[in-house]
């Protein structure tokens, strides 16, 4: 029996933000249907500009994709602009989390579908399913988001997100400056959305450990290009990966600052 087409290819894709500097360099990936894809790496390694490219934010930093191809359920996606990726299906939770401080966190959530065409039963109904997911932020419904904790603009964040009923959820950096009880909540709730509401979700985080713990499949990139992939549990038991990723070898635990990226490389190809 085939197996159904890749909700997302990602195809040798090369990006230059205002047309000198080279950022991406013959990036290839896939994210199968209902399945959960990280990519893995240290800060600058171009994470972020993958998500964007995809989302097709690109434009608005003065990115461009210059080669190669993306394909969003077998369409090619040069020339949409973001809206067009939501009303697709495709929604991305930015870095930073980007939530509206003077608004309330219900209001925040309700911005969520006005892309959509429903009622307002209809709105009141999707309020209540984000809320069964995140019950914290029923309890806290109807305080202004800019004085909620990270955690919970975080949270505030992807049931926004989530309002937009997507088929495919792209999350960068969720984990950034949140304590590990928080983040491990906040990726229970992805792994609940992505296993109940069958939403695929591609996934940009530093935090290696606790993206492989979550994720089906992994890619790992480097100065703009993938390095390694792989089964995320292949992945997490791989010596060079609990070596420079994880911070783990055979003589015990290393810092960032021990490494050299020309063994790195060396090794890997």
């Not at 009880?181 to 959305?193: G, Y």
């Not at 060079?240 to 003589?251: H, M, N, Q």
């Amino acid at each position: 029996m085939l197996s159904p087409p890749p909700i997302l290819a990602v195809k040798n894709i090369e990006v230059i933000y205002d047309h000198v500097i080279l950022v991406l360099r013959g990036v290839s990936f896939e994210v199968p249907q209902g399945k959960i894809v990280a990519l893995l790496g240290a800060n600058a390694a171009g994470k972020s500009t993958t998500l964007k490219s995809v989302s097709t934010l690109l434009a608005s930093e003065r990115g461009e994709v210059t080669k190669g191809s993306i394909e969003f359920r077998g369409k090619r996606t040069e020339g949409l602009a973001p809206g067009d990726m939501v009303g697709m299906g495709m929604v991305q939770v930015m870095e930073g989390r980007h939530c509206f401080g003077h608004l309330t966190v219900e209001d925040n959530l309700i911005t969520g579908a006005y892309a959509r065409p429903i009622s307002n039963a209809q709105v009141r109904e999707e309020l209540e399913k984000i809320y069964a997911y995140f019950p914290r932020l029923k309890t806290r419904r109807t305080s202004l988001a800019g004085y909620t904790s990270g955690g919970e603009q975080q949270m505030v964040a992807i049931g926004r997100a989530m309002m937009a009923k997507p088929s495919m959820l792209l999350l960068d950096e969720p984990s950034m400056g949140l304590a590990p009880q928080i983040v491990a909540e906040i990726f229970e709730i992805v792994r609940d959305l992505n296993q109940k509401e069958g939403v695929s979700i591609l996934l940009a985080e530093q935090n290696t450990n606790v993206a492989l713990k979550y994720a089906d499949y992994g890619y790992i990139l480097e100065s703009g290009r993938i390095m390694m992939d792989g089964p995320a549990k292949a992945l997490a038991e791989n010596a060079d990966v609990k070596e420079f990723y994880l911070g783990l070898s055979k003589e015990g635990r290393k810092s960032f600052r021990d490494m050299k990226s020309y063994r790195r490389r060396k090794r890997w190809l």
